[in-house]
């Protein structure tokens, strides 16, 4: 099966659009559908859970939701940007975060 919507998707999301996705959440926080999913995840409980993200960005949904009481987070990378992503996360601040590549 040929999936157009991942064709290419190393040349889209790079370190350098990491760093700019990390920027504007640091100044405006999590983009609003972003936010309405961190609040019903957070509205179910998250304390003590482990968080499975698959190609998690730059975190915003795994910061969100450590800082709610989450216990954990896993972060799935399967593609190129995944990586960049998680070097952002790790400059950003530590967080009890594994990373597996999948």
Known sequence: MNCCQCQGIEQVFNAKVAAR?????RKKGPRKTTRLLIDALKAEGVDGLTLLDIGGSIGK???ELLDAGAARAL????????????????????????????
């Open 61 to 63: 949904i795994q910061h």
């Open 21 to 25: 996705e990390l920027r504007a959440y």
């Open 75 to 102: 972060i799935a990378a399967t593609r190129l940007h995944d990586r960049a992503d998680l070097d952002q996360q790790a400059r950003w601040r530590p967080a009890p975060t594994e990373h597996a590549e999948a």
